[in-house]
């Protein structure tokens, strides 16, 4: 037993499953917000194998496409739970990585030592929302195909090379046959990048170590991270499934679009274009410009102002639990983070095409005002 025990001392896998997991030193007062790092890995894992699954089924082919989901949901067996588990398991993964990037604002989790976490997260949200949105196109619905259209005309904004970047992504002149095939390949790459990227992000967060609620380095007791936190993020875990479950009982197809439930046809374009709902907020934040080129640059800057908070913020206190200006800030930010997303869904008319553009401004705002409200503190 000794010598078997000595041997798993001396494998460098089990070394690093000792020193990075098992005797892993976490604070010691870390909450349940914390969990949602492990939960969005756990759905992230799901939706690969759900993923590879749903592929062996699925014939890249506009003729086809539709009628090869509608196979999958009613002759499958277990295919409509499964089709279901993928679609939803998107929406699951976005609202783990919401909370999980609201964690971060709110707590500092972007500060020095952990400026290369806080920037290999905001390049996982973006293959987030790159895979998110190629997924959506692969059921070839009418939504799927008018997304499509609309999105990746946006391309077509960036002077000089947008042209040529529409017309590589559609493989012609219009969404057809070469485009879901550029987007079912790109979809099933991009998960495994997303995953190689989530391995460098707990990486970086073990050479730092991680933040906690107070907002301090030194003088914080550490724990091993099992079974304490082994046991604290099994039990958020169990509790995400049974909400997840029961979504996927109870109601699918709530957060999908009706219309994509009818196969896509280029000669009838919907009364109402729509992404996903975690698309909606940036979504708004494109409409409101009424210049392409500038919605565009107002959404792309709407998530890589992310990347300027270790610089505006400078203050030497990092929680939000001591900044009480801050902490109203938060709360307002997601108050407009949720308006943006109402307004993304509806239509581009008075009044809420006014009200989008006093809320787009209300978000920058919030990082505007962040380096404002926290300068007092230096001094």
């Given at each position: ?12 896998l ?46 890249a ?5 539709f ?9 499958v ?35 020095y ?10 390049i ?6 790159a ?9 070839w ?20 090379v947008?042209?040529?970047?529409v ?38 967060l ?101 990347l ?15 900044k ?45 005002s ?10």
């Amino acid at each position: 037993m000794q010598s078997i025990m000595l041997r798993l001392r001396q494998n460098s896998l089990f070394n690093v499953y000792v020193n990075h997991a098992e005797w892993y030193p976490s604070p010691a007062n870390l909450n349940y917000f914390w969990g949602f790092g492990s939960i969005a890995l756990g759905v992230l894992v799901s939706q690969i194998v759900s993923g590879v699954l749903l592929a062996m089924h699925y014939n890249a082919n506009i003729n086809l496409a539709f009628n090869d989901v509608e196979h999958i949901m009613r002759d499958v067996v277990g295919g409509d739970g499964l089709r279901y588990l993928h679609a939803n398991g998107a929406s699951m993964f976005f609202i783990s990585v919401y909370v999980h990037i609201g964690r971060g604002l709110f707590y500092g989790s972007y500060f020095y030592p952990r400026i290369t976490l806080w920037y290999s997260g905001v390049i996982l949200f973006f293959l987030m929302m790159a895979a998110g949105f190629l997924g959506y196109v692969l059921p070839w619905g009418q939504m799927s195909f008018w997304g499509a259209t609309v999105i990746t005309n946006f391309f077509s904004a960036i002077p000089v090379v947008g042209g040529a970047i529409v017309e590589w992504l559609w493989g012609g002149f219009s969404v057809d046959q070469p485009t879901l095939n550029r987007f079912f390949s790109l979809h099933f790459l991009i998960p495994f990048l997303l995953a190689g990227v989530a391995i460098i992000h707990i990486a970086l967060l073990h050479e730092h170590g991680s933040n906690n609620p107070l907002g301090i380095n030194e003088n914080i007791k550490k724990i091993p991270f099992l079974t304490y936190y082994g046991i604290k993020d099994l039990f958020g875990i169990m509790l995400f499934i049974v909400f997840f479950v029961y979504f996927l009982v109870n109601c699918p197809n709530l957060l999908g679009h009706a219309d994509n439930y009818i196969e896509a046809l280029p000669l009838v374009t919907p009364a109402h274009i729509v992404p996903e709902w975690y698309f909606l907020p940036f979504y708004a934040i494109l409409r409101t410009i009424p210049d392409k080129l500038g919605g565009v640059i107002a959404m792309v800057v709407a998530i890589l102002i992310l990347l300027s908070l270790p610089f505006l913020d400078t203050s030497k206190i990092r929680s939000g639990l001591f900044k009480p200006l801050h902490f109203i800030n938060f709360i307002l930010f997601i108050c407009v983070t949720l308006c943006l997303g109402w307004l993304g869904q509806s239509v581009v008319e008075f009044p809420f095409s006014n009200l989008s553009e006093v809320v787009t401004i209300l978000y920058f705002f919030y990082f505007i005002s962040h380096f404002r409200l926290t300068t007092q503190y230096v001094k």
